[in-house]
T-cell receptor, first 115, second 116 residues
Framework: NAGVMQNPRHLVRRRGQEARLRCSPMKGHSHVYWYRQLPEEGLKFMVYLQKENIIDESGMPKERFSAEFPKEGPSILRIQQVVRGDSAAYFC?????????????FGPGTRLLVL | SQQGEEDPQALSIQEGENATMNCSYKTSINNLQWYRQNSGRGLVHLILIRSNEREKHSGRLRVTLDTSKKSSSLLITASRAADTASYFCATDRVGTGGTSYGKLTFGQGTILTVHP
């Protein structure tokens, strides 16, 4: 059973470009979470999704950021018109349907660098 | 202070010694989880302790939870150089009707260095 997959692992963008980060949850997991980690800091929650639904986006910046988890395919975190302050590690986690332990399993992260 | 704060911020010990890290939080929780992160890598789940549990063991790890003090501790016994990493606690807060919010709230982490 493969773990949570994220790609790309590293992404370099110039200011104003778009960044697309992908996350494939563990098999059987229907809940996906995105977190952002700035250097020397802990992870900050961004958004919680189930298939075709955004459950909680309270941690998402109001502008330029969006996330989706379509019926088929990976979850996508999209950052439009990136700025230097978007440089961070973005982690995706997945968990099984509610009723279980709710342990979240994390992917290796995508490290975004905005030049 | 923030939900899920670790203490100390950094800990340096010799191989074979025990390492204790503490975590405090503010709100009611469903569970508390500890994760390890090696430099530049992803997070590895270590252990989950539910709000109705007081102590849990996994190999060389021992986690305690005191809900009256809203605090938890992670003890690593007989540490090894390979235990060098950042350790984070994360809380799953109680939502409306006693449900889970789903999201985890992380602390700033404790950087553990184990010298050979």
């Amino acid at each position: 059973n493969a773990g949570v997959m994220q790609n790309p692992r590293h992404l370099v963008r110039r200011r104003g470009q778009e960044a697309r980060l992908r996350c494939s949850p563990m098999k059987g997991h229907s809940h996906v979470y995105w977190y952002r980690q700035l250097p020397e800091e802990g992870l900050k929650f961004m958004v919680y999704l189930q298939k075709e639904n955004i459950i909680d986006e309270s941690g998402m910046p109001k502008e330029r950021f969006s996330a989706e988890f379509p019926k088929e395919g990976p979850s996508i975190l999209r950052i439009q018109q990136v700025v230097r302050g978007d440089s961070a590690a973005y982690f995706c986690a997945s968990s099984p349907p509610l009723g279980g332990s709710k342990t979240q399993y994390f992917g290796p992260g995508t490290r975004l660098l905005v030049l | 202070s923030q939900q899920g704060e670790e203490d100390p911020q950094a800990l340096s010990i010799q191989e074979g010694e025990n390492a204790t890290m503490n975590c405090s939080y503010k709100t009611s929780i469903n569970n508390l989880q500890w994760y390890r992160q090696n430099s530049g890598r992803g997070l590895v789940h270590l252990i989950l302790i539910r709000s109705n549990e007081r102590e849990k063991h996994s190999g060389r790890l021992r986690v305690t939870l005191d809900t009256s003090k809203k605090s938890s501790s992670l003890l690593i016994t007989a540490s090894r150089a390979a235990d060098t990493a950042s350790y984070f606690c994360a809380t799953d807060r109680v939502g409306t009707g006693g449900t889970s919010y789903g999201k985890l709230t992380f602390g700033q982490g404790t950087i553990l260095t184990v010298h050979p």
